[in-house]
């Protein structure tokens, strides 16, 4: 699935291969990532990752500057399209002269996942391609290109539980919410999914796998304590896990994290978390911890994360509510409709480029990701 219609992969500096199993990522600043050497000139197709070592997959790097609006640039954070990304026969490539190879793929769809409820929330699954227009960087699509409803996708999920010492009153019982969601949409031999717990740095725990029993053990393995790098994690799920998962069609990839949104030890930015999962085509779900009884600052940062990438934030404040909220993300990723469309007026130049799809009848709410960055190829 595209990020974007016009994806540029951009690969700087190799990336360590991280293991299949238990594996926590090196904490890594962006000074020591820009220390790396260039890569050699690649060839689309050939693995660029090196054998990882000690055992330990990188950490999240990104540019030092914080990223508070979604201009970002091009070179941020940049990573392989996804499998199955439209291209052209003969990509361009860069010269054996430049100091770092560049392998740029164009695309001339967008792809999205989208919701749509009526005004009492409940799901409308039965629409056609005429009852929903789209808007891309405001202008009418060129044309919708295709349309279905995707109630049955095979699912690529990830579970990112905050393993932080912030949220220890709930940690046992949200461990159990988290295995009874587990059992219950994984489907053998047609979903996969991943357990990851973070602290100051994410372990994976149980590695993608349709084994329910194998993903139990990798929830109930995790122990709260340590600091909270919420972004990092993100990051790093999209882009090392799901962003490199290989898929032989369509899927639905999903990140569901509970956290209580207070991060305090990320090398990544909030923004630079977000544009990794709108690239990866990722929807994440949150679950909040905080059992105050009212939204905090760190909640509102939950409520971005989830908005912008076109999933929902849950705010739990019942123990018992959590297992409702994993039940209200199981229904939506069975209640969903796919579309790829063809932008107007695209121009690869690196900004965002939001996306909005309107239906028609005014008394329905379609909730999709905001849109996504239009990489320019290198010169």
Request: charged residues 25%; glycine residues 4%; hydrophobic residues 35%.
């Amino acid at each position: 699935m595209p990020s974007a219609p016009s994806a540029t992969a951009q690969e700087n500096a190799p990336q360590k291969q991280p293991p299949a199993n238990d594996s926590k990522p090196s904490a890594a600043s962006p000074a020591q990532a820009r220390s790396q050497k260039p890569n050699q000139e690649l060839k689309p197709g050939e693995n660029t990752q090196p054998p990882a070592e000690n055992g330990k997959p990188p950490a999240p790097t990104a540019s030092p500057a914080a990223s508070t609006t979604p201009a970002a640039t091009p070179a941020q954070s940049a990573a392989p399209a996804a499998p199955g990304t439209p291209q052209l026969e003969d990509p361009p490539k860069s010269t054996a002269d430049d100091p770092v190879a560049t392998i740029v793929r164009y695309a001339n769809e967008v792809r999205v996942i989208f919701t749509v409820t009526d005004k009492r929330g409940r799901y409308i699954k039965d629409l056609k391609r005429d009852d929903f227009r789209v808007l891309d960087d405001r202008k009418p699509a060129d044309r919708i290109n295709s349309f279905h409803s995707e109630t049955d996708l095979p699912l690529q999920v990830g579970l990112l539980i905050d393993a932080s010492n912030s949220i220890r009153d709930r940690f046992k019982f949200e461990q159990e919410a988290a295995i009874e969601f587990l059992n219950s949409i994984v489907r053998p031999s047609y979903d996969q999914a991943m357990t990851v717990g973070f602290d100051s740095t994410p372990d994976v725990t149980q590695d993608f796998t349709d084994n329910t029993e194998l993903l139990s053990k990798g929830v109930r393995s995790l122990k709260a304590g340590g600091g909270t790098a919420m972004y990092d994690a993100l990051y790093y799920a999209c882009r090392d896990k799901l962003m490199k998962r290989e898929q032989t069609g369509p899927v639905r990839r999903a990140i569901i994290l509970l956290s209580d949104g207070d991060d305090n030890s990320s090398h990544v930015t909030r923004e630079e978390s977000i544009e990794m999962a709108q690239r990866a085509e990722v929807i994440v779900y949150t679950i909040s911890t905080n059992i105050t009884g009212s939204k905090t600052k760190s909640d509102k940062v939950l409520e971005r994360i989830a908005e912008a990438t076109g999933g929902r934030a849950f705010f739990p404040f019942q123990i018992r509510d959590v297992t409702d909220a994993f039940a209200s993300i199981q229904e939506e990723l069975r209640s969903q409709y796919a579309m790829t469309y063809r932008p107007a007026d695209f121009v690869a130049d690196g900004h965002f480029r939001t996306i909005e799809i309107l239906a028609q009848q005014k008394a329905f709410h379609v909730r999709t990701r905001k849109g996504y960055y239009a990489y320019a190829p290198k010169r």
